[in-house]
């Protein structure tokens, strides 16, 4: 008997790629997620080309869990503009936090889900997707709730414009391998051998850490489209 299946799938809901979990947040974060104001945030997707437009490079983080590599990118990176994704409403707290003590005016959050917002995007607008240790969901019957499948990958194609790239970085190795073949199969280019080097600019995230710290290696792809 399969006791875990989350209950929104007796109901044909959407199935989802996360699960929203708890956290300890500081009355400074809980301030800051209350006060999710226009300026740190891009509610409306058809801002977000206006928003993008100052800059040389634009990134869409999607997944920044606390963000730690979210803040550290924009900080070293002043010229590109970075939209960070997240669900999880600890981080999307401290990452407005940090916008704010650090002046961060190339960062902005969006508290939504990648999958529902992507669709909503123009074409064309990104010339980079990162996606940092995503949930791996290991067990066979969770695998349609990983975030990085085939609709995905289409929808970045759409996303992306021409040269533009997804850096995808995990510590399950059956997950990088299937990411890399749906690349491979769709004609995308891709960095390096098996696996392509980590980008010089890309920061350590903290479930990166963790795995390393455990002796897990890291797969990292590098994938960009004509
Ligand atoms: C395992 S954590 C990794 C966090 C961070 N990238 C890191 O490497 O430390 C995956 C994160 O992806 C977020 N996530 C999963 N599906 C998402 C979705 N559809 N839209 C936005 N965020 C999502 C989860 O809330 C979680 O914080």
Redesign the pocket.
């Known amino acids: 008997m399969e006791t875990d299946r989350p209950p929104e799938n007796k109901h044909h809901a959407p199935v989802?790629?996360?699960v929203?979990?708890g956290g300890r947040m500081s009355e400074a974060r809980k301030k800051a997620l209350a006060e999710l104001s226009r300026e740190e945030s891009l509610d409306a997707p058809e801002d977000w080309g206006d928003w993008y437009r100052p800059f040389d490079r634009r990134l869409l983080?999607?997944?920044?869990?606390?963000g730690?590599?979210t803040v550290e990118i924009a900080r070293n990176c002043p010229r590109w503009g970075l939209v960070g994704?997240?669900?999880?409403p600890p981080?999307v707290a401290r990452v407005l936090q940090q916008i704010r003590e650090l002046g961060l005016a190339n960062l902005r959050v969006v508290r939504?889900?990648?999958?529902e917002?992507l669709t909503r995007l123009p074409d064309r607008l990104l010339d980079a997707v990162l996606v940092?240790?995503?949930?791996?969901w290991p067990k066979k019957r969770h695998h349609k709730r990983r975030?990085v499948q085939e609709p995905f990958l289409q929808e970045l194609e759409r996303l992306l414009r021409p040269g533009g790239m997804l850096n995808f970085?995990t510590d399950w190795e059956p997950y990088a391998r299937e990411v890399r073949e749906l690349l491979v199969k769709r004609g995308w280019h891709l960095e390096g051998g098996e696996w392509s080097p980590r980008p010089d600019w890309r920061p350590q995230?903290?479930?990166?850490r963790r795995a390393l710290n455990e002796g897990r290696p890291i797969y990292e792809l590098v994938a960009s489209r004509d």
């Open positions: 989802r790629s996360f929203i979990r983080e999607i997944g920044f869990g606390m730690h590599a994704l997240e669900v999880h981080g939504a889900d990648a999958q917002v940092y240790f995503p949930d791996p975030l970085a995230t903290k479930f990166e």
